[in-house]
């Protein structure tokens, strides 16, 4: 029975592997290019490389915003392009419970 159980959960994270493996390998691999990308682009141009990428940000950030708005989360703060850091621009929101956090809650 022990052997049963086992065999099928090295079977269900083998196939998530399979499923999902390569899409989070993607990811993190974007990332890395993104993060190169932008020390490249701050180091040649400057504080101007920001204001380069100030137009693609507020899409970026307006998309998160419109995603509340869809979704009826309530919209805290909602700043499109404001370069702080390492953060450009940002949505801060409610956060409502989700399905996990659901199910995980104790009775």
Do not use: D
């Not at 919209?75 to 949505?91: A, M």
């Amino acid at each position: 029975m022990i052997g049963y159980i086992a065999a099928a959960l090295v079977r269900t994270v083998a196939e998530w592997l399979l499923l999902f493996g390569g899409v989070f390998a993607l990811a993190v691999a974007l990332w890395f290019v993104s993060q190169a990308i932008r020390g490249y682009g701050a180091g040649l141009l400057g504080r101007r490389y920001y204001y380069l990428v100030a137009p693609g940000v507020a899409c970026h950030e307006t998309g998160h915003a419109l995603g509340c708005v869809l979704t009826g989360t309530k919209i805290l703060e909602f700043v499109p392009f404001r370069p702080e850091g390492n953060t450009l621009g940002y949505v801060n929101h409610e956060v409502r419970p989700g399905l996990w956090q659901l199910v995980a809650r104790p009775k």
